[in-house]
């Protein structure tokens, strides 16, 4: 099967399975009681009606509008498959709603309109206004595109947006910036190529203009080759760019000593040796969706000074307007924009092409399994994941909207603003969406040692439907089903394993045999041996070492300390390891902290905190992010002399050493471990420098245990864990009370670790 029809299949089960399509509506308002929807409906719905008509501006306040976008499209243009109609559009339109949903919180309704004519379009958008906050103009082919946007913006006094010109302009441009300053060229000297002279060629070739390129460096090709002055065919929107050239010149010769191409048009019209005789350190945007004018292996293949931009996903330099679209319409609905004027698109590119120069954060790396991504060649524009895009775009382009005089709302408190739009994102969650998804691409074998239980159970459903792991469950058939049965969970694709059963005496005998040899010289008898591995926790264990599976998860429990002896003794510690530890990893809005050890040592001294720290700080590492570590006490640096205090300042002294290749810096109050400007002002001398820590190291058991309860109860911060350290293979031992939510997250744990250590 080759990878284009696996993709193919995959790609028509995505969309078909469950409810057909991708998006759906909900309510967000309680309709749990009959007061609730006399509330939501008659009789209650007439007050807010009322209000509206007497306030026509109330209706941003009693409805959705405010924050309800149109993704309109007739289909004449759908991404580089031309002209598919508007029924073949709506699986892009709805994508469309689902970005604008995940990445800004904006809720959408897809539109695809029977219509080509483009005064009918504008006529049937116009009576659209009242629905909408703002209109994001989709895939409409050119040159229609240009007159119903032109006509549109006059009409209406909602943003209105055509995507594929502007989106694209401003992500195009951000990445041009970036890359021009990378190669030191300048922009009004560059020599352009453009295939395309379509919507988005014709829009982002404007932009570039208002940011310095000459016209007289572009030389532009359709369908009919050269766009020059000679032609007679040209739509009055490309005439303006077209070139003085008279002689007939092919792409190909175009390309010639050429320092960017720009690919707005088909798939694979560009070959290698085009690329090959380009100027030096050229630049290549092959942005066509979803085949580019020329593959990235392709063109990387002839050049190693190329920089090189896709409009995909499964490439560095991804150039979508997928950067720009959510958060642009997020700033203009905020400020009630009157329209998207050209201040605010330059302030989105702005902000995209400076964002891409700062520091990467974790949870980007960890997308895309990474060490360290960071502003070069690979990456001249920031992932559409990166959770920074919502404030630092949209705050752009909401202040833009401001400062030109076209926002409706005025924004008063930034903070609270910037508050407000990490907080719709819900950006603690996304360090487990990655794991989540990262254990989907291999699940592995997870023993359940408990699964006569009813979370259990929930939890297993979820991990069977997401295929994040195999799941083995140990118990009685019975049981299981009557839980199963009672509360209608299908279990159908599960192992159930009944070790108690007749069936299971010869496994049993064989792990009783194996326990025995391990343990005879710490006190086992082979009766005993066999007493053990009897019980559930030990019969798990043995399946890890047996290698009939890949992970253990152990029964909910409080008694932690005896749940955890089975692997102790079974599995053992990685070789080189003294002590285990137990970690958690709390998914606060300041990105993921992991803190150690919550619950196995009680009182270490110097020696275990240095084995706790490294076992953390390797943990971290495999989550592909770097461990930025803070040992924390009462004192600062010296600044008292309590056993506690002493005992992180020599463990720091020794990691500092032992450790080169991580951040770490202690002793020092928890809050300093945030506070960098205090910290800097204060310790200039901290190794943590400019940046917060992401892995805390407590002193004792008490201090670690109580700061995450505390956090976890006071703060509600979500948490996983324990995360146990320092084991050859995966087991983890789920708290009593947890919820089916923590179950699936410490599953998707074991998946991960299972896979690190194949
Ligand atoms: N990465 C991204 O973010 C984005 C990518 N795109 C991609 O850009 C492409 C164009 O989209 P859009 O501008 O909306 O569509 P349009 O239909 O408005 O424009 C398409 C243009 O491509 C030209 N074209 C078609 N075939 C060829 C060819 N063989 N050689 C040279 N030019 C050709 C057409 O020429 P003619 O005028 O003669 O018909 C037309 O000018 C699509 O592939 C789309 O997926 C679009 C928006 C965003
Ligand atoms: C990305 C996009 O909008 C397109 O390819 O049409
Ligand atoms: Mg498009």
Known sequence: MSISSILKQDALAYHSEGKPGKIEVKPTKSTATQRDLSLAYSPGVAEPCLEIAAFPEKVYQYTAKGNLVGVISNGTAVLGLGNIGPEASKPVMEGKGVLFKIFADIDVFDLELNCLEPNDFVETVVRLEPTFGGINLEDIKSPECFEIEEKLKKRLKIPIMHDDQHGTAIISSAALINALEIVGKKINQARFVVSGAGAAAISCVKLYLQLGAKIENFLIFDKDGLVSKARTDLNPYVSPLACDAQEKRTLAEAMKGADVFLGLSVGNIISPDMVATMAKDPIVFAMANPTPEIGYLEAKAVRDDLIMATGRSDYPNQVNNVLGFPFIFRGAL?????????????????????????????????????????????????????????????????????????????????????????????LDNQVM????????????????????????????????????????????????????????????????????????????KEFADLFYEKRKRRGYTRWEAEKQVRKSNYFAAMMLETQRADGVISGLTKNYPEAIRPALQIIGKKPGVKKVAGM???????????????????????????????????????????????LLSYSNFGSADGDDAIKMREATHILQKKYPKWLIEGEMQAHLAFDKELRQQNYPFATLGNETANTLIFPNLSAANIAYNLLKEAAEIEYIGPILLGLRKPVHVLQLGASVREIINMVAIAVVEAQTTE
């Open 584 to 630: 958690y990893l709390l998914l606060s809005k300041k990105g993921p902290l992991f803190f150690s050890d919550t619950t196995i040592n009680f009182q270490p001294d110097v020696e275990d905190i240095v084995e706790i720290t490294r076992l953390t700080g390797e943990a971290v590492e495999r989550f592909n992010l770097q461990p930025r570590i803070a």
């Open 433 to 508: 969406k990655f794991i989540l998804k990262r254990a989907k691409s291999n699940p592995k074998r997870i023993v359940f040692a408990d699964a006569q239980n009813l979370k259990v159970l929930k939890a297993v459903r979820e991990v069977l439907d997401e295929g994040i792991a195999k799941p083995i469950l140990l118990g009685n058939q019975a049981a299981i089903q009557a839980i199963c049965e009672e509360h209608h969970i299908d279990l159908q694709g599960t192992e159930i394993l009944d070790f108690k059963h007749p069936d299971s005496e010869p496994l049993l």
């Open 334 to 426: 905020d400020v009630r924009a009157s329209e998207i004027n050209d201040e605010m698109k330059l302030a989105a590119a702005k902000a995209l092409a400076c964002l891409a120069k700062k520091p990467v954060p974790d949870i980007v790396n960890l997308a895309y399994n990474e060490k360290s991504i960071s502003f070069g060649p690979d990456y001249i524009i920031p992932k559409p994941v990166d959770p920074r895009l919502i404030t630092t775009v949209s705050m752009a382009v909401a202040k833009a909207a401001m400062d030109s005089g076209v926002a409706t709302v005025q924004i008063k408190n930034w903070d609270e603003y910037e508050h407000q739009l990490a907080k719709r994102l819900g």
